[in-house]
């Protein structure tokens, strides 16, 4: 399975933005997708995932009620939809899909500007 993101770029602050991730090739047994992001200078950190069967989903607790993350099965793509950026959500985001073993696609970077 490879993945691809994008839709990322530059925001002003209270902004939104939608970044997505498709992922092609061998698919099969893919059970959750989702998102970290890394800062400059710091450690990569989760931001959110959602299991492709149930839909469930979860987020890290300063994204809550910000961030959704949503599931096109057809597509096999997740997308992230950021609400009222900030500052401090600048950064690389990185979506993974976990399949018994984790699989990264680049990053895509979100710059919000103060």
């Known amino acids: 399975v490879q993945l691809q993101a994008s839709g990322g770029g530059l925001v002003q602050d209270g902004g939104s933005l939608r970044i997505s991730c498709a992922a092609s090739?061998?698919?099969?047994?893919?059970?959750?997708m989702g998102w970290f992001r890394q800062a400059p200078r710091k450690e990569r950190e989760f931001v959110a995932a959602?299991?492709?069967?149930?839909?469930?989903?979860r987020y890290e607790d300063s994204v809550k009620g910000r961030f959704t993350i949503t599931r096109d099965l057809a597509k096999s793509t997740v997308f992230l939809q950021m609400n009222s950026l900030r500052p401090e959500d600048t950064a690389v985001y990185y979506c993974?899909?976990?399949?018994?073993?984790?699989?990264w696609g680049q990053g895509t970077l979100v710059t919000v500007s103060s």
């Open positions: 959602i299991k492709l069967r149930s839909g469930t989903t």
């Open positions: 993974y899909v976990h399949r018994g073993y984790d699989v």
């Open positions: 090739g061998d698919t099969v047994g893919s059970d959750v």
